[in-house]
C-alpha cells in the first residue's frame, strides 16, 4: 500500500519527535539523563496516565483550553475588526493605527502585576492576557493583507461593475486571506505562550497550576507531562489552522496539489 504524497510528508513531519522520543527514553534507561533531571517518556507517560484515571488531567485541560479559546475569541475578533477597518478605511487608520502600533511594542507579559491589580487573579486576568497578546498578530496581518491586495485586481472589479460590498468578497478579502491566515497560526502561537505565563503565575486550575504545584512537590514527570500536553495542544491547534487554510485557500497556486507524474505527456 502506497502513501499519497500528502500523507507521506505529514509522516516525515513525525520522524524527529519520534527519533527524539526514542533517544530520550534509550539514554534515560542507560543512566546518561538522571530521572531527577529529566524523567524517561515512559515515566512521563506513566504520570499522565495516573491523573487520567483520576480525572485531574481532564480539569486541567479543558480550563486551559477553555481559556485560550475565550481570549483567542476576543482578541482575535477584535485585532480582525480593526485590521479589516484600518486597511479598507484610510480615515480608520489615521485616527487609531498610531496609537495600536505604540500599544504593540509594550510587551503584554509585562502588564501581568497591573493586570493581577486590575482583574485580580480569576478567569478575567488569564483570558484578558491571552486576548492581548492575540490581538496585535491578528491585527497587524489583516490590515498588511487587505493593503497588499493587487490594486489592479480591485480596479478590474470596479470596471466590472462590483459594488463596494461584492468588491469586498470577491477581491479584497480573498487576496488578504495567506496574510490572515500566517496572523492566525502566529497568533495561535502566542496564545499558548502567554496563557503558559499566565497561569504559572496566577491560577487554580489548568496545565500550569498542574505544573507548579507539582514543582512544589518535585514531581518531575508532572512538570514535563504539563509542557508536553501545551506542546501537544499547541501542534493541534496549528495543524487545524493550517487544514482550514489549505480548504479555504484551495484556489490560490501555492496551495494546490502538484498535478499527478505518471501521466504520459501526449
Known amino acids: ?40 517518556p515512559s515515566a512521563v507517560l506513566a504520570a499522565g496516565w495516573e491523573l487520567a484515571l483520576s480525572g485531574e488531567l481532564a480539569r486541567h ?16 475578533g477584535a485585532g480582525f475588526a480593526f485590521g479589516l477597518a484600518n486597511g479598507l478605511s484610510a480615515r480608520s487608520r489615521a485616527l487609531t493605527d498610531t496609537s495600536l502600533q505604540m500599544l504593540r511594542n509594550i510587551p503584554h507579559l509585562a502588564l501581568i502585576p497591573l493586570v493581577i491589580l486590575w482583574f485580580g487573579i480569576g478567569e478575567e ?5 491571552v486576548a492581548l497578546g492575540v490581538f496585535f498578530p491578528i491585527y497587524v496581518n489583516t490590515l498588511l493583507g487587505i493593503q497588499g491586495t493587487d490594486p489592479q485586481l480591485v480596479e478590474m472589479g470596479r470596471i466590472y461593475g462590483m459594488g463596494p460590498r ?43 497550576y498542574m505544573a507548579m504545584q ?29 487544514g482550514l487554510e489549505s480548504a479555504t485557500l484551495s484556489w490560490h497556486p501555492a496551495f494546490q496539489r502538484p498535478a499527478a507524474t505518471g501521466r504520459r505527456a501526449r
Open 125 to 129: 486576568a488569564k483570558i484578558f492576557l
Open 1 to 40: 500500500m502506497r502513501l499519497s504524497p500528502g500523507a507521506g510528508r505529514g509522516l516525515l513531519g513525525w520522524a524527529l519527535p519520534a527519533v527524539t522520543l526514542l533517544a530520550w527514553e534509550g539514554l534515560a534507561r542507560a543512566g546518561a539523563i538522571s530521572a531527577n533531571v529529566l524523567p524517561a
Open 61 to 76: 485541560i479543558a480550563a486551559s483550553s477553555g481559556r485560550a479559546l475565550a481570549g483567542f475569541a476576543i482578541g482575535g
Open 214 to 242: 507539582a514543582r512544589e512537590f518535585m514531581q518531575l514527570d508532572v512538570v514535563v507531562l504539563s509542557i508536553l500536553i501545551y506542546a501537544a495542544l499547541g501542534k493541534l491547534a496549528d495543524s487545524l489552522a493550517r
Open 166 to 208: 461584492a468588491l469586498f468578497v470577491r477581491v479584497i478579502l480573498p487576496g488578504a486571506l495567506p496574510a490572515i491566515f500566517t496572523g492566525l497560526r502566529y497568533g495561535l502561537g502566542i496564545m499558548w505562550l502567554t496563557l503558559i505565563v499566565a497561569e504559572t503565575i496566577a491560577a487554580k486550575s489548568g496545565l500550569g
